[in-house]
DNA sequence: GTGGTCTAGACCACG
DNA sequence: GTGGTCTAGACCACT
């Protein structure tokens, strides 16, 4: 299980923390009942501060994504979702887009163009 | 000119104005130097403190979309539609999606064809 | 608004203050949209960091009692309850203090005397 | 002797334990001098560590409910049914459902109403 | 070992 | 002024 934060990131750093771990539940990477990294170790392993990940883990636990064993440790709860509760998920998260795209004044090419460039930053530079 | 704050809406509000302002520049709504509602007229308007709307107008300055002209007031940009801050937008609403549908673990594929679905939902079958 | 906590008492501090806030909120003291106190104000008169109080109004926040406006401070959110609720709330503590005491063999009697007594602790010492 | 545990109630898995075996003494299940089960036996059959078990076989023996006897086992307390400990029993349980109605808004008269309500269901309305 | 609570103190964004 | 985030470091209860 590899998490990651990025501090030129916007967000929180928990946030992203949270976002990092809520994405390995959803898409089933970490499995109901797998243990999620302890709070010191992932500390170590980031170089933050055991409370930040405390945070983080204390909000899973808030999103019913996670829960705690005294003494033993923190822990994923929700199974991964099914297709047809995945399909309703990605229509949701592309209506949220098209609003925000809407309110924006962005059309739809624009949007999708711009999500290509950012998630295909360089083509072949070569030639 | 209509502008509209959501105290539920969880951008800062002064961000919200500046948003607002943006997109009625961008658009053409706002076209070159028209004046924008007085710091105090919006300010009664809106019910927030002078302070939050002088906060947006003095970031919509910084952003080179409007200009002020002292003892007379704020005014759109005359300069073309400002491509760079379009382009910045566009990016904007790329990256929101982009982070939403990472939170729940939607791949960037997904998205899009999701958004493509969502937009074009009537097909041609014929040849 | 009187907050007051209990270093003996074994509840952690922050969630005494959350009974404290919720008992005022509950029982409309605090109405609706009423501010609390600031969590600096607060943490200075109960002499505790500031994050310890943070902490309790998170959780409000998470109880739905309590919201925040940035830069406003914290208010109190939700109404009392009618009677009837009112008393559908008194029954479940009765019975959850019921349920309790058969778990541990205690009578009702029992039960209702050791509560008078830690209620009205002393009576009168004269004559 | 039958004990069980919840890893859901809030309560620590020895307390657990501990009011488990508290309960069946004070109730006259347990006579005097009666073996209890052995730290591992118990501990396979709940599936927790045998550390477990031993805290709370310790508590026992601090409350005055068990004593040890070298390489026999441990054993309820002889002792008439001990009066202190169940005095503070009760005074346990009528705390726990004082805080419980402080936490709500309910009174103490409101809550002792309640119990006796709860109790005495039917009244004689006859002379 | 695990997570939970608390203190002290810093810096930031917001209104 | 407000709350939010983060660090550093301490002590505690639980397994």
């Given at each position: 299980m590899?998490?990651t934060?990025d ?12 976002d990092?771990v ?7 990477i ?13 500390a170590?392993?980031?170089r933050l501060?055991p409370?930040?990940i ?7 636990e ?6 705690v064993?005294?003494?033993?440790g923190?822990?994923?709860?929700s ?5 047809a509760e995945?399909?309703a998920l990605i229509t ?5 887009a ?6 924006n004044?962005?059309?739809v090419?624009?949007?999708v163009?711009?999500?290509r ?6 083509q072949?530079?070569?030639?």
């Open positions: 590899i998490i934060v501090p030129h990131d916007p967000r929180p750093i928990y946030v992203q923390i949270v990092e809520r994405r390995a539940i959803v898409m089933g970490l499995p109901p009942d797998a243990p999620l990294p302890s709070v010191r170790q992932l170590v392993q980031l501060n409370n930040t405390s945070q983080a883990y204390r909000e899973l808030r999103l019913d994504l996670a829960y064993r005294r003494g033993q923190t822990f994923a709860r199974a991964p979702p099914n297709d995945r399909a949701d998260v592309a209506a949220r098209l609003i925000d795209a809407h309110r004044g962005v059309t090419d624009e949007l163009d711009a999500i460039r950012a998630t295909q930053p360089r072949d530079l070569a030639s």
